[in-house]
């Protein structure tokens, strides 16, 4: 696992490098749903600090586990799954939750945090109708109504890609979160996982959610 780890930070830094651009400007979210805690824990030592969960009772059980910050552990979560409203007092415990994929959860989120909760809006730009997240079209009316809410840092936008057999085909979906991206003046863009993060790279994601090349197969 640490060697999955070297090999594709390596390959971030490589793709970086391809796209003309600065490695440190992509973090890596290791994708952690499913991994027993001592994978977590494993990757720790390995030195990977940022962890990607898509169920939050999986998620908070995992950070109970490894305990507050405080008691030494530097581990941090993103929430990359769809949280329910009713269940958005937990949004707080994630670093970041990168699935805000209604004004309804944004509303909720913001009655729920107490500080600025960082989040991203989930985009469901190839309009899969299986897929959570805001159509492109109703973005801007939801981000009007979201940056006034207190207590929430809109940072960037999220995608989920359609799953493609040719990892090209996802390539005009990344550009096209970048454009909507940079039109509203946001600065995070998460978007590529194991299959097509090379090209999420290549098309300026600054955060990768990468599972599957790190812990293996699900
Ligand atoms: C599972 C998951 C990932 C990681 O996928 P891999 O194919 O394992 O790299 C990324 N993003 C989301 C939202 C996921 O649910």
């Known amino acids: 696992m640490a060697r999955n780890l070297a090999r594709i930070r390596e390959s971030i830094a490589d793709s970086a490098r391809q796209a003309g651009r600065d490695a440190s400007d992509i973090e890596l979210v290791a994708v952690s749903k499913t991994v027993p805690l001592e994978g977590i824990l494993a990757a720790i030592d390995a030195g990977q600090t940022l962890f990607g969960e898509n169920r939050v009772q999986e998620a908070l059980l995992k950070l109970e586990a490894l305990g507050a910050p405080a008691a030494g552990q530097a581990a941090a979560f993103h929430l990359i799954g769809h949280l329910q409203s009713n269940k958005a007092r937990h949004g707080s415990a994630f670093a970041m939750v990168e699935s805000v994929d209604s004004v309804k959860l944004a509303r909720a989120l913001s009655r729920r945090s107490h500080d600025s909760l960082a989040i991203l809006l989930e985009v469901n730009v ?28 809109v940072q960037g936008l999220m995608t989920v890609a359609p ?15 970048r454009e909507l991206r940079d039109a509203f003046g946001l600065d995070a863009l998460s978007m590529g996982m194991t299959n097509d993060y090379e090209i999420a790279i290549a098309e300026g994601a600054t955060l990768v959610r990468i599972g599957r090349a790190i812990f293996g197969e699900r």
Not at 126 to 135: H, P, Y
Not at 165 to 174: G, K, N, Y
């Open 163 to 177: 799953l493609a057999v040719d990892p090209e085909e996802v390539r005009p979906h990344f550009r096209r979160l």
């Open 126 to 153: 190839a309009g899969e109708a299986s897929k959570d997240g805001f159509q492109p079209d109703e973005l801007e009316p939801a981000l009007r109504e979201i940056r006034a809410l207190p207590n929430l840092n």
